[in-house]
């Protein structure tokens, strides 16, 4: 029976995995090792700020297991939003960790690298040509804050990895890759079809977390054959079983019936799910619906300022009362003290855990029920020295402001930290979340072959 | 008087999620295919129900979808700011789930049915 093999061994490269789990993998003779190495639920700041989420000796102990285990067994390696968000710089940055593995261990390969990142002008182009669209929770885009952005990537589909793999790279690290991407590529290049391959590669993302216990730290085999897929965890005290797979699918979309990728929806309205056997689960009749136009996920971050943060708390049953009353005097001192500066100069916001401090806007229960409360005062401002200015005096404010009823007259605030106002450095938000139409898949993504010899 | 069960005593997972940077989604995976047919032929949880719990317009529950194969029922919701932004409590979106722990789903109890 014709089949492809392929290991994924972690859901996100440098989350780590059980070296006995990788060697089951290996002996099952797998044709392709596959990783995701990013997403965006770290928030906007490392998109923004090109630097990773995960930590570089983790990702690089990953990286060397999987790399040495590749150019062992003469099988391609494939990564995907490398660096965590799959900028340009994040790619440099990995590919710097593949260098040294390339180094330290003596390994001879041909490395691709899949640009991702856009240029800001090539971008107002296409907005201008009309060829970006957005989605129904985003609302739309426009010039000015296309203009605002720090830093744009595009989200690649199958086909600039399968070039990649045309061109004979071995180890391929792409930037901002949709994740089934970099286990369905091969898997499609070979002539498998395209609907089993990325439902596969959604599941395989994750590595084992589609398992039961589930895990992120561990590794997830799949073998796709014509007309079905086998997933089996590889450590033997997990288990895939129809619901814990079916049950992945639901896993941070908003429709698990129709997931929207590059080019296209992979339709699982007709998937089946069937238990293989005490360990494996048997896929099947998931199908991908090619789009009329073929359109690419763009993502953009912006920066809006610098944030200094203060941690306090108070266990006075009369000030927690009060607490509204105290916090709206001490953002009115705050403008009294600095009438010079403009409202959009600086946001002032206090976060009070104990009410509101989880849920926010999003919090129907707003009666205090404990003892005491966290209380965050966060300044987000035009600069660093600024966000400084602002936080201290909203702390000194607030630890010493009369409120009425007041008994304790010594200080309204515990600090546990000295000093008690920390730095946060850059704030980032996402400004970019929006289709690209594209004539050519691979017309936004640039690759390019190294030969390490 | 009808009687209820709490959603508690239905369930094997419930969760929030970001669904991207712009939404979050609910997942209920209910302990049996029973115990989910019978929830999901109730039509207790749909948009206006999301709305009220979370006090939001009822435009921004973007869906409520039924998915047989994993016994499930799914919400998604428009984040009140897109994750990470100025003002933001919880950037994963991983701990907004706990008023959707006061469902009541109205529950007929069949005649052998224990207590």
Not at chain 1, 99 to 118: P, V, W, Y
Not at chain 1, 175 to 193: H, M, N, Q
Not at chain 1, 235 to 258: F, I
Request: glycine content about 8%; charged content about 25%.
């Amino acid at each position: 029976m014709k089949e492809l093999r392929v290991l994924s061994p972690t859901a996100i490269l440098g989350y780590g995995f059980p070296k006995e789990s990788f060697a089951r993998g290996l002996d099952k003779d797998p044709d392709l090792i596959a990783v995701d190495a990013g997403s965006t639920d770290p928030g906007p700041y490392y998109l923004g700020a090109g630097v990773s989420f995960t930590d570089r000796a983790a990702v690089k102990r990953d990286l060397k297991l999987m790399i040495n285990a590749g150019q062992d067994r003469e099988i391609p390696v494939i990564l995907g939003t490398a660096g965590g968000a799959g900028g340009a710089p994040h790619l440099e940055w990995c590919v710097e960790i593949v260098k040294e593995i390339a180094n330290e261990d003596n390994l001879n390969f041909k490395l691709a690298t899949i640009q991702a990142e856009q240029d800001k002008e090539f971008i107002l182009n296409k907005f201008n040509q009309g060829d970006i669209s957005h989605l129904p929770s985003v609302g739309e885009i426009n010039e000015e804050e296309l203009k605002a952005s720090t830093r744009i990537v595009a989200q690649m589909g199958v086909e600039p990895i399968i070039k990649a793999l045309d061109m004979g790279a071995e180890v391929i690290v792409a930037g901002r890759a949709y994740d089934p991407t970099v286990f369905a590529s091969l898997c499609i290049k070979e002539g498998y079809p395209a609907g089993l391959a990325l439902h596969m590669g959604k599941i395989m993302e994750c590595a084992s977390i589609a398992a039961n216990p589930g895990s992120g730290s561990d590794c997830m085999f799949g073998t796709l054959r014509d007309d079905h897929f086998l997933l089996e965890p590889l450590n033997p005290e997990r288990k895939c079983t129809t619901t814990s797979v079916a049950a992945h699918t639901l896993y941070e979309k908003a429709n698990p019936l129709q997931l929207h990728g590059p080019g296209g929806i992979i339709d699982l309205t007709g998937t089946e799910f069937e238990q293989y056997d005490e360990r494996v689960v048997k896929v099947s009749g998931s199908k991908f619906i090619e789009s009329d136009e073929y359109t690419i996920k763009l993502e953009g971050a912006k920066k809006v300022g610098y944030r200094t943060i203060s941690i306090a708390g108070t266990r006075d049953p009369i000030m927690i009362k009060e607490l509204d009353h105290v916090i709206e005097v001490v953002k009115e001192t705050v403008r009294d003290n600095f009438d010079e500066l403009d409202e959009a100069d600086y946001e002032l916001l206090f976060r009070i855990y104990g009410r509101d401090g989880v849920m926010g806007d999003l919090e129907p229960e707003l009666e205090v029920l404990s003892n005491e409360v966290g209380i965050t005062i966060e300044v987000v401002a035009k600069t660093q020295e600024l966000a400084n200015t602002i936080c201290s005096f909203a702390r000194s404010t607030m630890l010493h402001y009369g409120y009425p009823g007041r008994v304790a007259t010594a200080g309204n605030l515990a600090f546990p930290y000295s000093p008690s106002d920390l730095k946060a450095g850059e704030v980032y938000e996402f400004n970019l979340y929006h289709l690209l139409t594209v004539d050519d898949p691979c017309e936004v993504f640039s690759v390019e072959i190294t030969d390490y010899r | 008087m009808a009687e209820t069960k709490n959603i508690r005593e239905l369930v094997d997972v419930i969760r929030s999620k970001n669904a991207g940077p712009y939404e979050i989604t609910f997942d209920f995976i209910f302990k049996s295919f029973d115990i989910y047919e019978k929830v999901k032929a109730s039509k207790v949880i749909n948009e206006r129900l999301i709305a009220e719990l979370y006090d939001i317009a009822i435009e921004d529950v973007i869906s409520v979808i039924n998915y047989d194969q994993a016994k499930a029922i799914k919400a998604t919701i428009v984040r009140p700011r897109s994750s990470g932004a100025v003002g933001e409590t919880d950037v994963y979106g991983a701990q907004q789930h706990a008023p959707l722990l006061s469902i009541e789903v109205p529950w007929e109890r069949s005649k052998y049915e224990e207590d």
